[in-house]
Nanobody
Framework: VQLQASGGGLVQAGGSLRLSCAAS????????MGWFRQAPGKERDVVAS????????HYSDSVKGRFTISRDNAKKVVYLQMNSLEPEDTAVYYC???????????????????WGQGTLVTVSS
């Protein structure tokens, strides 16, 4: 029972990466999903989140217009397309499932019931 994140790596500023989060042994279809990140010495914060049918999305101000969250419920995968990456985007990125089916778009740590393992994104200047 896990969320498996992948797609991280080293990229130059201005470049792009796409993160994927695949579910194994658990359902995603009825839950809001989110991507969070944690930079060294900083708290874990939301990056983007999406409702269960993709009708509602939320982005942090720092990534709005550069990142896009999407999901494929049939494949049980959530994506984070990251464009125009900046050194400030360097962090470990975590995918997460909302704590309940009634929570439409998770935005806070307390909104999360299941965390995936992180994937490291490093953006060089």
């Amino acid at each position: 029972v896990q969320l498996q994140a992948s797609g991280g790596g080293l990229v130059q500023a201005g470049g792009s990466l796409r993160l994927s989060c695949a579910a194994s042994g658990l359902s995603l279809n009825n839950y809001g999903m989110g991507w969070f990140r944690q930079a060294p010495g900083k708290e874990r914060d939301v990056v983007a989140s999406i409702s269960r049918r993709s009708g509602t999305t939320h982005y942090s101000d720092s990534v709005k217009g550069r990142f896009t969250i999407s999901r494929d419920n049939a494949k049980k995968v959530v994506y984070l397309q990251m464009n125009s990456l900046e050194p400030e985007d360097t962090a470990v990125y975590y995918c997460a499932r909302a704590i309940s089916t009634t929570l439409i778009v998770p935005r806070h740590l307390a909104d999360i019931g299941i965390w995936g393992q992180g994937t490291l994104v490093t953006v060089s200047s």
